[in-house]
C-alpha cells in the first residue's frame, strides 16, 4: 500500500499578549451603577479638541486610587498594563492620557460646580442602593503637607477661591507641617460617604458645622435626620442654628463647661441611677473585665435646653486611672532630673523664672497639672574661705561665704486625684431631641468612631498623602475625587456585608491562609481579584483565541454577593 507524505507546513508565528484585569471589573460594576461617568460628563463638558474627555480622565484617575495609588506621571504606562476598556478608555485614547491632560481635567473639575456634582452622586446612590439619611456622623482631619506652598494662600483661582494650604492645629501631631482640613459626612446605614469639603488648614472645626449641615439638608431632602458630631459642635451659635431650622442633633459636652463640673461635683456625694444598655466580653482579652456600659439622663436641662445624658464605661474608667498612673509616674521622673540638675555643680537653671517655666512645661506635657503641687525653694550653702591669701597657718582667719540656690519640691495631691477617680470612665452627650432615650443617645454618638475608619483608608489604604501636586486648585479637585473612591469603596463592602446577611452567609476565607472574616472590607475583596488577567493568542495581528481567567469558588461566590455579572471577566468576544 502507497502511502502519501504530507509536506512541511511553514512554521507559524504567534504571539501571547497578557492583560490585566485586577479588580477592575468590580469596582467599574459599582461606577456604571452610581451613574458616575455619566454625572461627571454632565457637571464637566468637554469639547471636541480633547483626545480624552474630562469626565474619561478624572475617571482614569478614580480608577486608579481606588485599585493601585499611582502619582499621575505615572497613569499612562499604568493604564496600559491593563486589558482594553478596564479604566473607561477606548484603545486609541490610551496615547493621549499624558500628566498634562490629566492636570487641565482637575482644573475643569474645580471651576465646575462640584457641590451640584456631589449631591447629583449622593442623590443617585441614595435612589440606586437604598441609601438612608436618618443618621449622619460628620468629623474632620488634617492632610499635611511637605513643602512652602507660598502661593497657597486662599487666593482666587479663575474666579474660584482656592483652599489655604497653612499651618494649624494638626490631627496627625505634625505642627511643623503646613496641612489642608478634610471634612468628611457618612451615614449610618453602611457608613457610606455622602458629603465632603475641603478647607483651610487653620479653620477650627467649629467654624464648619453650619455649612455642612446645610450641605446635609439640601442632600438628605429634608432637616430633620439626627447630626452626630464630636464637641466642636457643642457651641451656642451651632446648636441655636440647627435647632431653629428644625434639625436634630447629638454631640459631646465639653470639659470646660458648666454643667460638666456641676455633674462632678454632685456625683461626689451622689450615686446616679445609672441604667445599664450594654454588658459584654471584654473586646482584647477573653479572661479581661466586661464591657459594661452605662447611661443617665441629667434632671436639669443645658443653658440651651438641650438633654444631657451622662455615659459611664467600665473598661474607660480603667484605661482613665491607667493612664492618671502612668503620667504621674513619668512627671515624677522628670521632675526627680530637673531636681538633680539643680543640685549640680553646673546647673544651667539658676533664675525663677526659668525654673518655674521648666516645671510648668512638665506638667503640661504629662497632664498632671492638678496631681502633683510643685514648690520652688531656697537653699543655703555655707562654705568658707580665707581673709587673705597665702598658705594657711595658726592665725589665718576665714570668712564665711553663703550662696542661695533655687530646688524644687512636689507632692500629690491626692484629694484631687480621689475627687477625679469619682468620675472616671462619665462622660456628657447632648442633643435636642428630648424624646431619644438615653440608649439611643448613645447608640448613636457609639457610630461616630467608624468615621476615624474612613480617615483611615483615605490615609494608608489610599495614600492621600504625600501630595505630589503643588497647584492648591488642582491638589481640591484630587481631594474630590478621593471622596468618590472612598463612596465606591464603602458601597462595596455595604453590599457584600448586606447580602451575607441576606443570604445567611456569616464568614468568608478572605484573610491569609484562608482564615474566616465576618465583616470583610473592600480592601481584601479587591485584593482577592488583584491578579486577574487574560491572554490574547494571536496570528499576523489578528486574534486567534483569547484564554479567560479562571475564577475560583470563592471568586464565584464574592461577584455573585456584589451582584457583578459573571462574563464582566471575559473577553467581550466571547462574553456570555
Not at 483626545?51 to 484617575?61: D, I, N, Q, S
Not at 487653620?202 to 464630636?230: C, K, M, P
Not at 441611677?273 to 459584654?280: F, G, K, L, P, Q
Given at each position: ?63 486608579s486610587l481606588i485599585v493601585e495609588r499611582e502619582p499621575i506621571y505615572r497613569q499612562q504606562e499604568t493604564v496600559h498594563g491593563f486589558a482594553d476598556g478596564m479604566f473607561g478608555l477606548r484603545e486609541q485614547e490610551m496615547a493621549h492620557l499624558s500628566d498634562d491632560r490629566l492636570g487641565r481635567a482637575l482644573d475643569n473639575l474645580f471651576d465646575a460646580d462640584r457641590a451640584a456634582l456631589l449631591t447629583d ?68 446605614d453602611g457608613h457610606v460617604p455622602v458629603a465632603f469639603r475641603c478647607s483651610d488648614g487653620n479653620v477650627t472645626d467649629s467654624r464648619t458645622h453650619i455649612q455642612t449641615w446645610e450641605t446635609l439638608r439640601t442632600v438628605a431632602g429634608r432637616a430633620d435626620f439626627l ?350
Amino acid at each position: 500500500m502507497k502511502t502519501v507524505q504530507a509536506q512541511p507546513a511553514q512554521a507559524a508565528r504567534f504571539d501571547l499578549e497578557s492583560e490585566r484585569l485586577g479588580s477592575l471589573p468590580v469596582v467599574n460594576h459599582f461606577i456604571d451603577r452610581i451613574g458616575l461617568e455619566q454625572a461627571l460628563h454632565r457637571h464637566i463638558p468637554s469639547d471636541s479638541r480633547c483626545a480624552v474627555p474630562h469626565a474619561r480622565a478624572l475617571g482614569v484617575l478614580l480608577r486608579s486610587l481606588i485599585v493601585e495609588r499611582e502619582p499621575i506621571y505615572r497613569q499612562q504606562e499604568t493604564v496600559h498594563g491593563f486589558a482594553d476598556g478596564m479604566f473607561g478608555l477606548r484603545e486609541q485614547e490610551m496615547a493621549h492620557l499624558s500628566d498634562d491632560r490629566l492636570g487641565r481635567a482637575l482644573d475643569n473639575l474645580f471651576d465646575a460646580d462640584r457641590a451640584a456634582l456631589l449631591t447629583d452622586v449622593v442623590l443617585a446612590v441614595a435612589q440606586r442602593f437604598g441609601l438612608r439619611f436618618d443618621e449622619l456622623h460628620n468629623d474632620s482631619t488634617s492632610i499635611s503637607f511637605c513643602g512652602n506652598f507660598r502661593n497657597a494662600t486662599g487666593r482666587t483661582v479663575r474666579g474660584r477661591t482656592a483652599p489655604a494650604i497653612t499651618y494649624g492645629h494638626s490631627k496627625a501631631h505634625r505642627p511643623d507641617l503646613k496641612q489642608l482640613l478634610f471634612i468628611l459626612t457618612m451615614t449610618a446605614d453602611g457608613h457610606v460617604p455622602v458629603a465632603f469639603r475641603c478647607s483651610d488648614g487653620n479653620v477650627t472645626d467649629s467654624r464648619t458645622h453650619i455649612q455642612t449641615w446645610e450641605t446635609l439638608r439640601t442632600v438628605a431632602g429634608r432637616a430633620d435626620f439626627l447630626y452626630v458630631a464630636d464637641s466642636k459642635l457643642c457651641s451656642r451659635e451651632n446648636m441655636q442654628h440647627i435647632d431653629r431650622a428644625g434639625g436634630r442633633f447629638v454631640t459631646v459636652m465639653p470639659r470646660n463647661r458648666k454643667e460638666d463640673g456641676e455633674f462632678r461635683k454632685w456625683v461626689q456625694s451622689n450615686t446616679p441611677e445609672w441604667e445599664r444598655v450594654w454588658d459584654r466580653d471584654n473586646p482584647r482579652r477573653s479572661d479581661g473585665p466586661r464591657d459594661q456600659w452605662f447611661v443617665y439622663r441629667a434632671p436639669l436641662l443645658s443653658e440651651e435646653v438641650c438633654a444631657v445624658v451622662w455615659v459611664w464605661s467600665t473598661l474607660l474608667t480603667l484605661r482613665q486611672q491607667a493612664r492618671r498612673r502612668r503620667n504621674i509616674a513619668a512627671a515624677t521622673e522628670d521632675l526627680v532630673q530637673l531636681h538633680q540638675r539643680l543640685a549640680g555643680a553646673k546647673a544651667r537653671l539658676r533664675g525663677a523664672a526659668e525654673i518655674d517655666l521648666t516645671v510648668s512645661a512638665i506638667l503640661e506635657k504629662h497632664h498632671v497639672s492638678r496631681y502633683l503641687l510643685v514648690t520652688r525653694v531656697v537653699r543655703q550653702e555655707h562654705h568658707f574661705k580665707q581673709s587673705q591669701r597665702g598658705r594657711p597657718g595658726p592665725q589665718t582667719t576665714y570668712t564665711k561665704v553663703t550662696k542661695r540656690r533655687f530646688d524644687i519640691e512636689w507632692r500629690t495631691d491626692e484629694v484631687a486625684i480621689a475627687y477625679d477617680h469619682k468620675s472616671d470612665g462619665m462622660y456628657p452627650l447632648m442633643t435636642n431631641d428630648r424624646s431619644l432615650t438615653p440608649a439611643q443617645v448613645l447608640q448613636a454618638h457609639k457610630g461616630q468612631p467608624m468615621i476615624e475608619k474612613r480617615f483611615e483608608q483615605v490615609k494608608t489604604v489610599h495614600e492621600i498623602a504625600p501630595v505630589f501636586l503643588k497647584n492648591e486648585a488642582r491638589i481640591e479637585a484630587l481631594f474630590t475625587l478621593y471622596f468618590l473612591a472612598l463612596l465606591v469603596q464603602a458601597l462595596i463592602e455595604r453590599e457584600l456585608r448586606m447580602a451575607m446577611n441576606r443570604e445567611g452567609v456569616r464568614e468568608l476565607p478572605l484573610y491569609p491562609e484562608q482564615r474566616l472574616c465576618a465583616h470583610p472590607t473592600t480592601e481584601q475583596i479587591l485584593r482577592l481579584f488583584s491578579h486577574t488577567e487574560r491572554h490574547k493568542l494571536s496570528m499576523d495581528g489578528k486574534t486567534v483565541q483569547v484564554f479567560d481567567t479562571k475564577l475560583t469558588d470563592l471568586q464565584h461566590q464574592i461577584i455573585s454577593l456584589l451582584g457583578v455579572a459573571p462574563n464582566a471577566f471575559r473577553s467581550p468576544a466571547l462574553g456570555q
